[in-house]
């Protein structure tokens, strides 16, 4: 039996989803040829060379002495980190800090918890937020509420709930991707459409483009993107997962996540809205030629849209989604990571001060924005003097970042479980299918509901109700 702040489990499986988060500074395609989001993970991040994984002292010095001498190694995939640690290191000689690519996803979450279990896991750890309650799980990412309450002002309220589990917080914020709408400005003029405040107004809007030209659509839901889905269920007010004293509640079909899938559902089946998935070939295409006018995404968007679309540059605007109700301000998230460090290392102290200067100094985000080409978390990190300049696709409204920053600030989460990896996969399936037979959105909620449940379950967790 494993025990874990989310309670009992009977054995130890390695459950780390595969959860990518994408740049926003950048196409991350490449010049024509983005197809699909297994690419787009690739671009995040490649192999430069391992590096220890010990947590071994430069020299000896007080555990608890946070200004000892330390080396700390740092698993991560963020592109271009080492330029960031390298401020880093030539401010701190006694404190140096080595970058160590093993790999991402799955297979680093894999690689850390093995590390883990061998004692030679790295002091500091890179993982998607969605990928925490795996290494909580197993026991390996440490408890920083202590270091979370000093630097939680330095963060939008909503991005805790990503890091925090049973009201302790086991990593600090590093990036985000709160959501917005995209949209084809100039045939949204064309074809005298009016930019959709509510999701009321987006179906309206959705009519009438089908209405005015059958060949085009306003946006299309898809089937592969659980992340997507789920930002859209945080901004209606969902809550997947919470734990209480150990025993898991799941409601992934709950009210606010069957009316986002409800609304979406009718509007597909109808013919109104399309059904094909994102991150394809025939999706490049439509992003391209406009038969697509809108695009439900998160801050990165923009450089996918210069890797997926590069014909259209200045022909997108980027505003807040579509509200549930007129005159509300809230959104979801769709991607970020934070930074964890190891529940062993003997360098805590040490570590915790890195991650705090790298997560909340104004120089470490300035670097992260200009080099790693990523959207801080930190508030003072969205308006860094690399962010003055809109996106390359986005000439035409040169206060992107100030508009994103304004909503990220109104973007929230919520708790995530150990067994995301196959929540994801089972969304993938189930709505696929809805789509394919037109069937009811909302009750493919309660299949998802079931196959998350059975899951907990069989990983030996506590789960209310079942």
């Not at 990928?131 to 026991?139: E, F, R, W």
């Not at 978390?377 to 390359?392: I, T």
Request: net charge neutral; hydrophobic share 45%.
């Amino acid at each position: 039996m494993v025990s874990s702040p989310f309670g009992p489990r009977a054995g130890a499986a390695l459950d780390a989803p595969v959860l990518g988060r994408r740049g926003f500074l950048k196409g991350l395609a490449g010049a024509g040829a983005a197809a699909s989001a297994s690419a787009l993970l690739a671009a995040c991040g490649g192999s430069s060379g391992g590096g220890s994984a010990s947590s071994t002292a430069a020299a000896a010095g007080s555990a608890g002495d946070a200004d000892a001498a330390a080396t700390l190694t740092f698993w991560t995939w963020t592109t271009n980190i080492e330029k960031v640690v390298d401020i880093w290191n030539k401010k701190n000689p006694t404190q140096q800090v080595k970058v160590s690519r093993q790999a991402q996803g799955e297979e680093l979450l894999t690689k850390i918890i093995t590390a883990s279990r061998a004692g030679n896991a790295p002091d500091l750890i890179h993982a998607e937020y969605q990928a925490l309650p795996v290494l909580v799980t197993n026991g390996v990412a440490a408890d920083l509420s202590s270091l979370a309450g000093q630097v939680k002002s330095a963060f939008p309220d909503g991005t805790w709930a990503l890091t925090s589990f049973g009201g302790k917080a086991y990593g600090i914020p590093q990036d985000v991707g709160p959501m917005m709408l995209y949209y084809r400005e100039d045939l949204f003029q064309e074809m005298g459409l009016t930019v959709p405040t509510t999701w009321d107004e987006f179906a309206s809007v959705a009519e009438q483009v089908r209405a005015k030209d059958p060949k085009r659509y306003l946006a299309t839901f898809s089937s592969g993107d659980p992340g997507w889905f789920a930002g859209l269920a945080e901004q209606a007010g969902a809550s997947w997962w919470t734990n209480d004293g150990g025993t898991w509640k799941v409601s992934i079909n709950d009210e606010p996540t069957k009316k986002v899938a409800k609304f979406w559902g009718d509007l597909v089946n109808k013919g109104v809205l399309s059904g094909k998935p994102m991150y394809t070939p025939e999706w490049n295409k439509a992003m391209s030629d406009g038969t697509l006018l809108a695009w439900p995404s998160a801050v990165w968007g923009a450089g996918v849209l210069e890797g997926v679309a590069p014909s259209t540059k200045g022909k997108w605007k980027m505003t807040a989604l579509p509200q549930w109700d007129a005159g509300a301000k809230v959104t979801g998230f769709w991607g970020g990571s934070a930074t964890a460090i190891w529940a062993k290392s003997k360098q805590k102290p040490q570590a915790e001060k890195f991650v705090k200067w790298l997560n909340t100094d104004p120089e470490a985000l300035q670097a992260f924005v200009e080099f790693g080409g990523i959207y801080p978390a930190a508030s003072a990190g969205q308006s860094v003097p690399a962010l003055e300049k809109a996106p390359a696709m986005m000439p035409n409204q040169p206060s992107f970042y100030a508009d994103a920053k304004a909503i990220a600030a109104t973007a929230k989460g919520f708790t995530w479980a150990p067994n995301v990896n196959v929540t994801y996969s089972s969304y993938s399936d189930i709505f696929a299918k809805a789509i394919q037979s037109k069937s009811d959105f909302a009750a493919a909620c309660d299949s998802l509901q079931a196959a998350a449940v059975a899951d907990l379950e069989k990983q030996g967790f506590k789960v209310a109700g079942a």
